[in-house]
């Protein structure tokens, strides 16, 4: 039997013929929930004649977008991810991310491609289950992993996914001295829909631990005349242009320091919002931003803004002169009862600054 004529979806192999008929029975069940659906919808997609799928960007830069993805990218990506962490066909892995985006869509690729068994997980579960089950591989978003590790028994749990792939949004610092002593291998991704999911890691436990993003075989990166990060694949004659801001150490190993479209201009002096922020987690308890916000003589200003019921801020502003050189204090702290998201989770910074710019509350 081909490789990808079949899925082994929760210890059932279910060949490419009977998907259609699966899907049609799944979609028409009541008591089949909304992300059980969206599976079986993607597994229809994939063993379609077409080749290609349909992905949405997040839009955490602007509006989300519906792009098509070739499957012969998607599989390479697959199979990059598969060599990298010398997986093997029979490994149970876990998809416990939406398969309405590309990170949960690859998951399910990369079952496909391995001929592994995919244990399916509700994103919004409580993930008790990890108690009892081990997996070779998995994939979350810092807000699953900061659930489970509220837990008593979290820590445990988590190491029982021996490779573990953290994406979709910034991880704390807090949570990244959290993750350092786990026993598993954790690492953090870097990539985008454009580039069917990631196409470099960077180690957050063990050994390796990393500053560095490093590329999977095949892909390098450079940077372009505004220090952005351009990703070079082989399937591509032409290079991936992104807009986040990069710092290169060598064609294959690259740490990102922020956007170009996040960076703020105010005195004449270029910062990036990412690097201050870095500086000043660890200390604020609520979700926060550095945006800004119109200034006379500055032409824009440092904002600090953080999530949730307005409280005192004199201990704030003294711990961010402790912390922070002067140029970089912000010069006004605001509070937001919720920021605006992607479906990911990502904040949409370019709607918070749009909002105090023109006075609106969010």
Known sequence: MNWNNFIILNNQQIPAQEIS?????????PTVADWEKDIYI???????????????????????????LPK????????????????????????????????????????????????TSDPSGNFDFLQHESFDFGAMVPIQIIKILEKPMGKANLQNIRNLLVGAS???VTMEEQIAQLSNRVVSTYGMTETASHIAIRELSGTRKSEFYHCLSGISVSLNQNDCLQIHFPEL????????????QSNTTFQILGRADSVIISGGIKYSPEAIEKKLEGFIGN???????PDEKLGEKLVLIIEGKPSPTASIQERMKALL??????RMILFVNQFPVTNSGKIIRGEVKRAIREERTF
Not at 237 to 248: G, V
Request: aromatic letters at 8%.
């Open 21 to 29: 008929k699966v899907h049609a029975q799944k979609l028409a069940d």
């Open 42 to 68: 993607f597994l229809n997609e994939w063993f379609s004649n077409s080749d290609f799928v349909m992905a949405q960007t997040s839009g955490s830069t602007g509006y989300p977008k519906s792009i098509e």
């Open 72 to 119: 012969s990218l998607m599989l390479k990506s697959a199979k990059r991810t598969i060599d990298y962490f010398g997986l093997k066909a029979d490994d149970q892995i876990l998809l416990s991310l939406s398969c309405k985006f590309i990170a949960g869509k690859m998951m399910v690729v990369r079952a496909i491609a391995g001929q592994m068994n995919l244990i």
């Open 170 to 172: 910034a991880i704390s």
């Open 237 to 248: 004659t032409e290079p991936l242009q992104t807009n986040d801001l990069a710092k290169l």
């Open 287 to 293: 979700r926060f931003i550095i945006s800004s916000a």
């Open 325 to 330: 050189p002067a140029f970089e204090q912000p």
